[in-house]
């Protein structure tokens, strides 16, 4: 059984992992958000342990982003500050359970052994538009049976459309759901973007999936391009 151990508190690191490694665990220390997110990607860990107060982003936050990486350990989130708001805002963000310090060092042994006994959380199921598929837990896209490499944002941003098939989206609405943390928000960012994925999953296929509506935003054919449905004729390519 291997954790990942994201605290920013030298001593509560050190106890952590002297504790769970004692317990026959293997334990990875991230001292911070930053630098889990990039090693919870990379290690299948069967358990994220996971302090609420961090340097730069928080956990709950850094808990969220977890979850967009497609990564489904289970998360014990740990609190210092015990308030309701807390609970909620981390149950939210996808954590699986808290603790609040100070603990028991047998109470996190136990919980912990609970998520991981419960398995990996509930996977999110597989998104199809047309016979465009989108699988949320490992990140893959497939046109038909081809697969299609896409870059994290283009993935995003397709995930966002194939949630919502046959509704325009304003660029605003695009913008704030998929560049939502990042400090880069040039205004045509998300034109750019589109003009990647339409490369991408439209234009090999022959197909025209996302339409731009004048004025409007974009829109995913519910039929996802395929061309045998009615979705009204507004489209103008760029
Ligand atoms: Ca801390």
């Known amino acids: 059984m291997r954790v990942l151990v994201i605290e920013d508190e030298t001593k509560m690191a050190a106890l952590l992992r002297r504790g769970l490694t004692e317990d026959g665990l293997t334990v990875d220390v991230a001292e911070d958000g930053e630098h889990g997110l990039p090693m919870a990607g990379s290690v299948p860990y069967d358990a994220v342990v996971l302090d609420v107060m961090l340097p730069g982003i928080d956990g709950i936050e850094t808990c969220r982003r977890l979850r967009q990486d497609g990564v489904w ?124 994925l339409r490369k991408k999953i439209d234009l090999p296929f022959e197909r025209t999936s996302i339409e731009t509506v004048r004025g409007a935003g974009y829109r995913l054919r519910k039929d996802g391009g395929s061309g045998d449905s009615s979705t009204s004729p507004t489209f103008s390519g760029e």
Do not use: C
């Open 73 to 196: 350990a289970p998360v014990l989130m740990l609190t210092a500050r015990g308030s309701l708001d807390d609970r909620v805002a981390g149950l939210d963000g996808g954590a699986d359970d808290y603790l609040v310090k100070p603990f028991a060092f047998a109470e996190l042994l136990a919980r912990l052994r609970a998520l991981v006994r419960r398995g990996s959380i509930e996977r999110p199921p597989v998104i199809e538009v047309g016979d465009l598929r989108l699988d949320p837990g490992t990140r893959q896209v497939w046109r038909g049976d081809t697969e299609i490499e896409l870059s994290s944002k283009e993935f995003t941003l397709l995930e966002i459309f194939m949630r919502h098939p046959g509704y325009v989206l304003s660029r605003t609405q695009i913008l704030e759901q998929a560049w939502e943390y990042d400090f880069e928000r040039r205004s045509n960012v998300v034109e750019v973007y589109v003009r990647y």
